[in-house]
């Protein structure tokens, strides 16, 4: 069963940093294409970052030069690293996984809140 859980979600001032993580069971993070997403109150999900199986990342335009992904084999764990943020970061950051099959697993999510 696959279950990824994220964690370091706070409350942040403009301007700060902070790392999400994504601790994955069930999938082995190094084999498979691990994503981030977020979704801010009423709007839909968006694809912030993704990496790739020989490590290839991608960014949405919003995140590009602030936010970093980057995955731990030995730990089984995705990490986000976000500086600079802005109060439009503010979002519930999820973790997904795509397995072999095509089957998308998401984690229950973490809240970000930034401060003006």
């Known amino acids: 069963q696959v279950q990824l859980v994220e964690s370091g979600g706070e409350l942040v001032q403009a301007g700060g940093s902070l790392r999400l993580s994504c601790a994955a069971s069930?999938?082995?993070?190094?084999?498979?294409?691990m994503a981030w997403h977020r979704q801010a109150t009423g709007k839909q999900r968006e694809l912030v970052a993704t990496?790739?199986?020989?490590?290839?990342?991608n960014y949405a335009d919003s995140v590009k030069g602030r936010f970093t992904i980057s995955r731990d084999n030995a730990k089984n764990t995705v990490y986000l690293q976000m500086n600079s943020l802005r109060p439009e970061d503010t979002a519930v950051y999820y973790c997904?996984?795509?397995?072999?099959?095509?089957?998308?697993?998401w984690g229950e999510g973490t809240l970000v809140t930034v401060s003006s």
């Open positions: 069930g999938i082995f993070v190094s084999r498979r294409p």
């Open positions: 990496i790739a199986l020989p490590g290839t990342t």
């Open positions: 997904a996984a795509t397995s072999y099959s095509g089957v998308t697993y």
